[in-house]
C-alpha cells in the first residue's frame, strides 16, 4: 500500500518559499465581524501564526510576509527531508490551526498549500511580486469598500472595478474621500515577521567579568519600504544577508 500513495516520494531542494491562502475566507471575515476593508486586528492575528509558525512550529523558517490571507515562509533548509507533500500539508495544518486558536474561533478554517523552489535572485523577485500583489489588492479593497458606502452591491462594486486602471481606481477612491497614498503601511506593503539576533552584555559570575552574547527574537515589522525601490532591495540583501 506505500507505494500506491500519491506524491509521497516527491521532494524539492532548498531555498524555497511556501505560501499558504486562506480558504473561502470571505464567508470567515463575515463571520468573524471584521472590520472593512482592512481589520487590524485579523493583520495582527496572522503577524502572530507568522511568530508560531516560525518559533514554535519545529519546521524553523527563516521568515515569513503576509498580507491578507496570505502567508509566504521562506526555508533556507528544509525539513521531513524535503518531502513535498508533509511539507505542504504540515505548514497548511499547523497555520490553520494557529489562526483559529488566536481568533478564539469555534468555526475551524482552513489554508492551501505551495511550494515555489528559489535561488536568492529568485527569492528578491519573488517578494516584490508580493508586495505588488499586497498593493493590487488594498487598491481593490478600498475601492469595493468606497462603492458598497455608495449603495453598490458586492456584485455591482466587482463589475464597476473590472478593467480598471490602477490610475482610474485611484480617482475613484479619492471622489470617495480616500487617498489610497495615506493609508496604514501595512495595508499598502504587506508585514514582515522575522529573526533578528541582538547583542546584549551581562556580568558571568563564572569568568568574573562582563560579556557579550547574542540573542535571537522575533520581529514583526508594519512599515516595510516598497521592495522594488533601491532602499527595499537594501533591505532584502541585508535581511538574506543575516539568515
Keep these: 500500500m506505500k507505494k500506491r500513495e500519491v506524491y509521497s516520494s516527491l521532494t524539492c531542494i ?3 518559499f511556501v505560501r499558504v491562502d486562506g480558504r473561502n475566507f470571505h464567508a470567515i471575515a463575515e463571520e ?13 492575528m496572522m503577524a502572530s501564526v507568522c511568530a508560531h509558525l516560525i518559533s514554535e512550529s519545529g519546521l524553523s523558517p527563516a521568515f515569513s510576509y503576509t ?24 505548514v497548511a495544518s499547523y ?5 483559529t486558536i488566536e481568533a478564539g474561533s469555534r468555526t475551524p478554517v482552513s489554508f492551501d498549500g505551495r511550494i ?7 527569492a528578491v523577485q519573488y517578494l516584490i511580486e508580493r508586495q505588488s500583489e499586497a498593493w493590487r489588492n488594498h487598491i481593490n479593497a478600498w475601492c469595493q469598500y468606497a462603492l458598497i458606502g455608495a449603495g453598490y452591491s458586492r456584485t455591482e462594486a466587482a463589475r464597476r472595478l473590472k478593467g480598471l486602471s490602477t490610475a482610474a481606481m485611484h480617482e475613484l477612491a479619492f471622489s470617495h474621500g480616500i487617498n489610497l497614498a495615506k493609508t496604514p503601511v501595512w495595508q499598502r506593503r504587506g508585514v514582515l515577521v522575522y529573526r533578528k539576533g541582538r547583542t546584549i ?8 567579568k562582563m560579556v557579550s552574547s547574542v540573542r535571537t527574537a522575533v520581529i514583526c515589522e508594519r512599515t516595510l519600504p516598497l521592495f522594488s525601490s533601491p532602499e527595499g532591495r537594501s533591505f532584502l540583501s541585508q535581511l538574506f544577508s543575516e539568515l
Excluded: C, H, M
Design 14 to 16: 532548498p531555498p524555497v
Design 32 to 44: 468573524w465581524g471584521l472590520e472593512r476593508p482592512f481589520d487590524l486586528r485579523f493583520s495582527e
Design 67 to 90: 498580507f491578507s490571507d496570505e502567508i509566504s515562509l521562506y526555508f533556507p533548509t528544509l525539513p521531513f527531508s524535503g518531502r513535498i507533500e508533509k511539507i505542504d500539508s504540515v
Design 95 to 99: 497555520a490553520a490551526s494557529a489562526l
Design 116 to 122: 515555489i523552489p528559489v535561488t536568492p535572485e529568485v
Design 201 to 208: 552584555e551581562g556580568w558571568n559570575p563564572q569568568l568574573a
